[in-house]
């Protein structure tokens, strides 16, 4: 049994939101999924399906690129038993808006460490602006996690030292992705989590198509190959893994 880390069941890309939360119902092969909010409005529809529906946890939080218009501060009032991580927050050099990414990036750490909630990191060509945040303005006490890991070495042994996790996505099934297997291969393997991130980061070789949290097992299968560990070892290390930092999950 796996956690997909991350999934977000109410993209814009998902047309039928309901028969994906069905797909994921009836897999065996997925104990729980983290369905991870982009805005207050998806996170919010997270927390109902979280309450909803037994394999769903949610993370709720505002994206670096949903920021305009949104108010961190009603966040507060999505937090349930089943909420595990403020997230996904974080910067993206895709916009030109960073003083006000750094900005919620650095309110939504707050809320995070005040809710005692780890967070979710998204960055974009961003690990060294994220970290001079951590050690200069707001650092997470609760755990951290910087998902569809970026490989870059330096990063890592700032994560690794500070027991920051790491997610990897389909990115790791691409033939070309050998720093990425390096990255697996030197890590330490307590900090290493398994998501989809769908319906984006779909595993070669399907890449054309939408990504569905079904796909979780393609990407631990990969590591698995990486790693020379079985398939059911990295099912195990990750599940544990997820239960560390997401400390609701039962």
Same mark, same amino acid.
């Given at each position: 049994?796996?956690?997909?880390?991350?999934?977000?069941?109410?993209?814009?890309?998902?047309?039928?939101?309901?028969?994906?939360?069905? !797909?994921?119902?009836?897999?065996?092969?997925?104990?729980?999924?983290?369905? =991870?909010?982009?805005?207050?409005?998806?996170?919010?529809?997270? @927390? !109902?399906?979280?309450?909803?529906?037994?394999?769903?946890?949610?993370? @709720?939080?505002?994206?670096?690129?949903?920021?305009?218009?949104?108010?961190?501060?009603?966040?507060?009032?999505?937090?349930?038993?089943? @909420? =595990?991580?403020?997230?996904?927050?974080?910067?993206?050099?895709?916009?030109?808006?960073?003083?006000?990414?750094?900005?919620?990036?650095?309110?939504?750490?707050?809320?995070?460490?005040?809710?005692?909630?780890?967070?979710?990191?998204?960055?974009?060509?961003?690990?060294?602006?994220?970290?001079?945040?951590?050690?200069?303005?707001?650092?997470? !006490?609760?755990?951290?996690?910087?998902?569809?890991?970026?490989?870059?070495?330096?990063?890592?042994?700032?994560?690794?030292?500070?027991?920051?996790?790491?997610?990897?996505?389909?990115?790791?099934?691409?033939?070309?992705?050998?720093?990425?297997?390096?990255?697996?291969?030197?890590?330490?393997?307590? !900090?290493?989590? =398994?998501?989809?991130?769908?319906?984006?980061?779909?595993?070669?070789?399907?890449?054309?198509?939408?990504?569905?949290?079904?796909?979780?097992?393609?990407?631990?299968?990969?590591?698995?190959?990486?790693?020379?560990?079985?398939?059911?070892?990295?099912?195990?290390?990750?599940?544990?893994?997820?239960?560390?930092?997401?400390?609701?999950?039962?």
């Amino acid at each position: 049994m796996a956690i997909d880390t991350h999934t977000h069941v109410f993209s814009p890309l998902i047309k039928y939101p309901e028969r994906e939360i069905e !797909l994921i119902n009836v897999d065996t092969y997925l104990d729980y999924v983290i369905n =991870v909010g982009l805005n207050t409005k998806t996170s919010e529809s997270s @927390v !109902l399906i979280s309450n909803e529906h037994s394999k769903f946890y949610s993370a @709720v939080g505002i994206h670096p690129l949903y920021i305009e218009d949104e108010n961190p501060n009603k966040l507060y009032k999505l937090i349930t038993d089943k @909420v =595990v991580a403020i997230g996904e927050i974080g910067l993206d050099n895709t916009k030109d808006n960073f003083l006000d990414q750094k900005k919620m990036l650095v309110r939504q750490i707050m809320i995070a460490n005040e809710l005692g909630l780890p967070v979710i990191i998204h960055s974009h060509n961003c690990n060294k602006e994220i970290i001079n945040i951590f050690e200069n303005i707001a650092k997470p !006490l609760y755990g951290c996690v910087f998902h569809c890991f970026q490989p870059d070495f330096e990063t890592l042994t700032y994560l690794e030292q500070n027991n920051f996790y790491i997610s990897v996505a389909g990115k790791i099934t691409l033939p070309t992705a050998k720093k990425s297997h390096e990255v697996l291969r030197t890590m330490n393997k307590d !900090l290493l989590l =398994v998501e989809t991130d769908a319906p984006y980061m779909t595993p070669y070789p399907f890449e054309e198509s939408i990504n569905h949290s079904c796909n979780l097992h393609v990407n631990i299968a990969k590591i698995a190959e990486v790693l020379n560990m079985t398939y059911e070892d990295v099912e195990t290390l990750t599940t544990n893994n997820a239960k560390r930092l997401f400390k609701k999950i039962k």
